[in-house]
């Protein structure tokens, strides 16, 4: 009788662990891969929305204007355009011109201008509502103090208190859904970031008291390596104003600075016996 060979290895066996993880990760990659790709069309969708959306109320605008003497509405509601729980709008128009804003909920504030042009973010001087945080910031600034609780120093910041941008106090007509009120001499609205000379950041934004005697600016702390600062601004504006104003400057890093931070002050000996300033919209970024 012949020698019959026993192979060891079992027909039909399992998985091996390492198959099994392998397996795993590959279906969680491609389960990361759909979900951003169906935030991404989801996006996409909001944005085509709002662009769609803009341009109808703009041709609704453009004909009132054509039927009315060459005058445009002083609201959209005039022009046939109304808010609903998809799309709100904000508006301001003049003899020259308008602008408008559309908010989609989960979507980036969108504008359009008089020549038809559509832009990211709000309108100058119109608020992108509180889930607004400007995205194209150089450095993640709180500008319109969307995060923090109201009543409280917002968490960007060092020396503004977040309200609401109608809430009592506050000078009418604020830009952003939240402004901060600053009553101390310094207010930090970024952390510390690096920096090399001759390089160039420019601040922007929205500022207005009720009735302080002193003045206000936004600009930039510079910090050399030694750990001395440099504070320098070019936007300052002088009380009194009940009227929101939007202020702005370049700033070029001097010699021997290695880091800066967003800065607004209060110009005066002793700013916390004055009244409040308010600011909101700030934005900076590297030129």
Known sequence: MGIVKINNRRLGSGFTIVELLIVIVVIAILAA???????????????????????????????YHAGNSSVYPTALADAGVISDTTISYTYTSDTDGYCITALYKGALPTNIRTNGTVSDGPCDGQ??????????????????FCDGAEGTVATLNTGAIKLAGNAAGVPA??????????????????????????????????????????????????????????WHNGTSYTAPTSSWKKISACLTVPAGMVSARGWSQNNGN??????????????????
Do not use: M
Request: hydrophobic letters at 35%; a positive charge.
């Open 270 to 287: 002793n700013p916390e016996a004055q009244a409040y300033w308010y600011q909101t919209a700030i934005r900076l970024w590297k030129q």
């Open 33 to 63: 891969i759909s979900i951003v790709a169906y935030n991404g069309i989801q996006q996409r969708a909001r944005t085509v929305a709002v662009k769609s959306a803009l341009s109808q109320a703009a041709k609704k605008v453009q004909l």
């Open 173 to 230: 007509g604020a830009p952003g859904a939240y402004v901060g009120r600053q009553a101390s001499r310094d207010n930090y609205y970024t952390n510390s970031f690096t920096v090399a000379p001759g390089e160039v950041y420019c601040v922007e934004g929205w500022v207005a008291t009720t009735d302080a005697i002193i003045g206000h600016a936004i600009g930039l702390q510079f910090t050399n390596s030694s750990g001395v600062n440099s």
């Open 127 to 144: 608020s992108g509502g509180s889930e607004y945080c400007p995205t194209n910031s150089f450095v993640p600034t709180n500008g319109y």
